[in-house]
């Protein structure tokens, strides 16, 4: 999916400062479960949680540049699944980061986790 970089996203040095991926990657998976209709972010039950990030990263984007997130499910357990993404300049396909975050689904209300509902599991097992 494509993400557009906006002008505060660069730093000081003039390219796109490292924190900002970190919101890509959770920008490129929320998207898609919202897409997918099985993340209601305002009134669902089940929402994840993220409990690890992490990220390499390649080379350097700057606004206005476009970039390309692709998202993969690495590992699909009982109530976690691993992501992991990469982020792509649009117009070279050039790879300027990859990383990986970790859901815990939980219950809203109570915040223990809970198991992964069957339609969420459906939609996650299309991209492990």
């Not at 975050?101 to 809970?114: A, C, I, T």
Request: net charge negative; proline share 2%.
């Amino acid at each position: 999916m494509a993400i557009t970089t906006r002008w505060m996203d660069n730093d000081v040095y003039g390219h796109i400062n490292n924190v900002q991926y970190y919101s890509y990657f959770d920008t490129a998976v929320n998207r898609y479960l919202i897409e997918q209709g099985v993340l209601d972010i305002h009134t669902g039950k089940v929402i994840g949680l993220v409990v690890e990030t992490h990220c390499n990263f390649f080379s350097s984007a700057a606004f206005p540049d476009d970039i390309q997130a692709g998202i993969r499910v690495a590992h699909l357990g009982r109530s976690s699944v691993r992501y992991e993404v990469g982020l792509f300049l649009e117009d070279s396909g050039k790879a300027i980061a990859q990383g990986h975050f970790v859901h815990v689904y939980v219950d809203r209300e109570s915040q223990d986790p809970v198991e992964i509902p069957q339609d969420l599991r459906s939609v996650l097992s299309v991209l492990a």
